[in-house]
Antibody, heavy 124, light 111 residues
Framework: QVQLQESGPGLVKPSQTLSLTCTVS??????????WSWIRQHPGKGLEWIGY???????YYKPSLKSRLAMSVDTSKNQFSLKLSSVTATDTAVYYC????????????????WGQGTLVTVSS | QSALTQPASVSGSPGQSITISCTGT?????????VSWYQQHPGRAPKLMIY???HRPSGVSHRFSGSKSGNAASLTISGLQAEDEADYFC???????????FGTGTKVTVL
């Protein structure tokens, strides 16, 4: 059974960098059959896909966040990570990591496994 | 910013059937058979209920079914149960580069 678990600080000061890690268990992050995503949900709001990464390190970021966003993968630890710089209160959200299938090169927004989510609050 | 439009709320009595719509454009819902549906209970992560318009992942109840017509997809819950009370989100593959793939979300209430 594949499981994903987010970890990282729950409180970040404005203008600082939000850093989260997702640890994958029960399956290898090195499988080329999947891509690995970060999705966030502002309090009481909908879902926002902010980016994804392949095991190879190839990434795609939401254009509106691209200048502040960096994702990386550590296959030796079966983890992938998110860094969001220059955060403001509008970055306060529950952050989820999730797995999606890489089907014939098509990146479908089809997320079959999710982490439990971690609330990150941006406040001084 | 959500790319797909859903009704804010839908309600039904136990045992009834309800349908949630997800309206997009020919660049997303209408152009591809890559629509997914997620169920989210309060404080929990979303759960994949339907993928590729009408396919159910292993373990998902047969009471959940999906379909598509033109630029709109639908999720039908038959034999509504108290445990179905949750938020539901659709998503669709899109030609847009914005990663705006999710619907606005629908709160399902079991009366």
């Amino acid at each position: 059974q594949v499981q994903l678990q987010e970890s990282g600080p729950g409180l970040v000061k404005p203008s600082q960098t939000l850093s989260l890690t997702c640890t994958v268990s029960g399956g290898s992050i090195s499988s080329g059959d999947y891509y690995w995503s970060w999705i966030r949900q502002h309090p009481g709001k909908g879902l926002e896909w902010i980016g994804y990464i392949y095991y190879s390190g190839s990434t795609y970021y939401k254009p509106s966040l691209k200048s502040r966003l960096a994702m990386s993968v550590d296959t030796s630890k079966n983890q992938f990570s998110l860094k969001l710089s220059s955060v403001t209160a509008t970055d306060t959200a529950v952050y989820y990591c999730a797995r999606g299938p890489a089907t014939f090169g098509v990146v479908k927004p089809e997320f079959d496994y999710w982490g439990q989510g971690t609330l990150v609050t941006v406040s001084s | 910013q959500s790319a797909l439009t859903q009704p804010a709320s839908v309600s039904g009595s136990p045992g009834q059937s309800i349908t949630i719509s997800c309206t997009g454009t020919s660049s997303d819902v209408g152009g591809f058979n890559y629509v997914s549906w997620y169920q989210q209970h309060p404080g929990r992560a979303p759960k994949l209920m339907i993928y590729d318009v009408s396919h159910r992942p292993s373990g998902v109840s047969h009471r959940f079914s999906g379909s598509k017509s033109g630029n709109a997809a639908s999720l039908t819950i038959s034999g509504l149960q108290a445990e179905d009370e949750a938020d539901y989100f659709c998503s669709s593959y899109t030609t847009s580069s914005t990663l705006d793939v999710f619907g606005t979300g629908t709160k399902v209430t079991v009366l």
